[in-house]
C-alpha cells in the first residue's frame, strides 16, 4: 500500500544510509511532502514506494513495501545490479529507478526498466518531470 503522507527528514536519511547513498534534491522534496503516490509514464501507472516510517506502528505497517525493501526484494528477484534502486512498480511488473553513479552518488534522472526486455530508458532528467498522479 502507497501511503501519501509527508515524512520526516530523517527517515529519508535513513534509506540513504541503508542503501549508501544519497537520492537527488528534487526526488527528496517530493517524498518529503508526499511519501509515496503515482506516476504516469507512457500511460502507465508507476506506485511510487514510500520511504519507511517508523514513528509508530500504523505509520511502520503502512510504509513497509518501502524503497529500502523493494529495492533490496527486486535485486534478488530481477538479478539486478547493485547500482539500480527501485522507487516505483507498474501494474505491468516495469520499474521505475534511479542509477547509481560511484560511491554514493545517484543520478539526477529518473529511468524505466522493462523486466522482461531488461531494457532501461530515461523517463525523466530529473524527478520533478514525472506526471504527478497522486
Given at each position: 500500500m502507497t501511503t501519501i503522507t509527508p515524512i520526516d527528514l530523517k527517515f529519508i536519511e535513513e534509506a540513504e544510509f541503508d542503501l549508501g547513498i544519497k537520492f537527488p534534491v528534487a526526488y527528496r522534496r517530493k517524498m518529503m511532502r508526499h511519501n509515496g503516490g503515482s506516476v504516469l509514464l507512457k500511460s502507465e501507472c508507476y506506485q511510487l514506494h514510500p520511504f519507511?516510517?517508523?514513528?509508530?506502528?500504523c505509520s511502520t505497517q503502512n510504509t513497509s513495501q518501502s524503497v529500502v525493501r523493494q529495492t533490496q526484494l527486486e535485486r534478488l528477484a530481477q538479478k539486478l545490479p547493485?547500482?539500480?534502486?527501485?522507487?516505483?512498480?507498474?501494474?505491468?511488473?516495469?520499474?521505475?529507478?534511479?542509477?547509481?553513479?560511484?560511491?554514493?552518488?545517484?543520478?539526477?534522472?529518473?529511468?524505466?526498466?522493462?523486466?522482461?526486455?531488461?531494457?532501461?530508458?530515461?523517463?525523466?532528467?530529473?524527478?520533478?518531470?514525472?506526471n504527478l498522479i497522486g
Open positions: 519507511l516510517d517508523s514513528s509508530d506502528e547493485d547500482d539500480i534502486i527501485v522507487i516505483g512498480r507498474s501494474d505491468e511488473g516495469h520499474l521505475l529507478v534511479l542509477l547509481m553513479m560511484g560511491t554514493g552518488n545517484v543520478d539526477e534522472r529518473v529511468f524505466w526498466f522493462d523486466i522482461n526486455s531488461r531494457e532501461l530508458g530515461v523517463a525523466a532528467n530529473e524527478f520533478s518531470e514525472l
